[in-house]
């Protein structure tokens, strides 16, 4: 409260925090995105207020996609009316949120978000500037100021087809330019996921960050140790599977911004296999997500971490510690690490590893374990992974070609497979006779593509 009065008295933080007198009103006629490109659910939302004598717009995300040839995910809506008089106009709608009050608006099977403008000021934050509690609510010319980057403070009435820009974000998206409103300092001290949001937005719009947003992301870049572990793993998820991975994370390193968020990268790419396999991974999703094919978010990460698994794991066998529970510990040990940082959930950890504990498996071609391996639900996730090490240079190729081919034989030549794994030392010698058994042909499974 102390707070917030010394800032009504001296006007503190009033200076960037302004937006044009009048806005720039752009019809469709020149911004070309017609109500037929946006939800017709989020249009319904937007009807139903402004028939109440509300205003309201679709903001945010899906209007900066829209502009720049993108099909937006989400569209969400921004009025000034209060989170309780808009769960009154709505059937089937639930207030949400703690740090800043919202609506979800449920339409069948869509949700549409609703929040109420924002003040300018007066935000709840902690001795490092950190935005806490905002649910002070204002204009619509205050809200625009309260926004992150120009190119997110675009409002569109799908009723009059017109963009309000109060901050030049349309000719910003023109120009290829992501700029912050207001002071980037105090800009990310509010919010330090801010930096890796620009990080973000740049790789996938094709933008250049303006260099006074981008000067002081080095310095501040420690103040990422101040926000919620699992903030930061969703807004990393986020990145890693925007489809611009790659550059995502070559641009996190340039800016600094990777360290203490993925803790164990810089140890990986300093190991050529190692870096090798990070960057197929991240090209592989990448190729995926613009595809429009689904990408598994613990794939992602047991690839990521890997590199760091196989290493120490490797340092306990040649220690003597025996193989498997050298493997169970060195997952825990390295998702311990990574979990001080991001956190990772419970069920995205568990399918991690999960992938990580059947590659021993791989290596055993004899007798009945082929058989067992290719039943596992997750025997095809799990080949993927195997192949993307074979391809890395991390083991040989011809093994993931073999387990390839034995998932997809007849029995006939799943055994002259196994005979052929046997006769080539893969087998330890006395247990090589096993391989050449003939299991029964009724029991014999076919593979799972599952994954």
């Known amino acids: 409260m102390i707070r917030k009065l010394l800032r009504r008295v001296f006007n503190i933080r009033a200076a960037p925090f302004s937006a044009s007198a009048e806005p720039a009103r752009i019809p469709v006629s020149q911004h070309g995105v017609h109500r037929g490109q946006v939800s017709p659910k989020a249009i319904k939302v937007c009807a139903t207020l402004q028939d109440h004598g509300y205003q309201a717009f679709i903001v945010g995300g899906a209007i900066r996609d829209l502009l720049a040839g993108f099909s937006p995910k989400d569209h969400d809506v921004a009025t000034n009316a209060t989170p309780e008089e808009v769960r009154a106009l709505f059937r089937r709608a639930r207030i949400i949120g703690r740090r800043f009050k919202i609506v979800h608006v449920m339409n069948g099977l869509e949700t549409t978000e609703v929040s109420t403008f924002r003040a300018a000021q007066d935000a709840e934050t902690d001795s490092r500037g ?29 009723l009059t087809e017109t963009i ?3 901050h030049h974000g349309v000719a910003d998206l023109q120009q290829k330019t992501l700029r912050v409103i207001g002071d980037p300092r105090t800009r990310y001290r509010e919010d330090p996921v801010r930096m890796l949001r620009a990080v973000r937005l740049a790789a996938k719009l094709g933008l250049i960050i303006d260099p006074a947003a981008r000067a002081p992301i080095r310095d501040m870049a420690i103040l990422l140790e101040n926000v919620p572990a699992a903030r930061l793993f969703d807004e990393i998820l986020k990145l890693l599977m925007s489809g611009n991975a790659v550059r995502c994370i070559g641009q996190l390193r340039e800016e600094g911004l990777h360290h203490g968020l993925l803790p164990l990268l810089d140890i990986v790419l300093d190991q050529p ?47 003597g510690d025996p193989p498997y529970p050298s493997l169970f510990d060195t997952m825990d040990e390295v998702l311990a690490v990574q979990a001080q940082r991001l956190a990772i959930t419970r069920r995205i950890a568990g399918d991690i590893k999960e992938l990580w504990g059947l590659q021993p498996r791989f290596d055993k071609r004899m007798g009945r374990a082929p058989y ?6 997750r025997f095809r996730a799990a080949w993927d992974f195997l192949h993307l090490r074979a391809q890395a240079g991390g083991i040989p190729e011809d093994l993931a070609a073999w387990w390839d081919s034995f998932a997809h034989a007849n029995q006939d030549k799943r055994e002259e497979l196994l005979r052929t794994a046997s006769d080539s030392g893969t087998a330890p010698a006395h247990k090589r006779r096993r391989s050449r058994r003939k299991p029964n042909k009724s029991a014999t499974p076919e593979p799972n593509p599952a994954s």
């Not at 090209?283 to 120490?312: C, G």
């Not at 067992?372 to 639900?377: A, M, S, Y």
């Open 130 to 158: 950190r935005v806490l509690a905002d649910n002070s609510y204002g204009s619509l010319a205050e809200d625009t100021v309260r926004r992150d980057f120009t190119v997110n403070a675009l409002y569109y009435d799908p």
């Open 164 to 166: 309000v820009d109060y």
């Open 273 to 319: 296999i190692a870096e090798r396999f990070i960057w197929l991974a991240l090209e592989n999703t990448d190729a995926r997500v613009r595809a429009d094919k689904p990408v598994s978010p613990s794939f992602l990460f047991a690839a990521l971490l890997w590199p760091e698994v196989s290493r120490k794991w490797k340092e306990r066998q040649a220690a």
């Open 372 to 377: 067992r391996l290719i039943e596992h639900p």
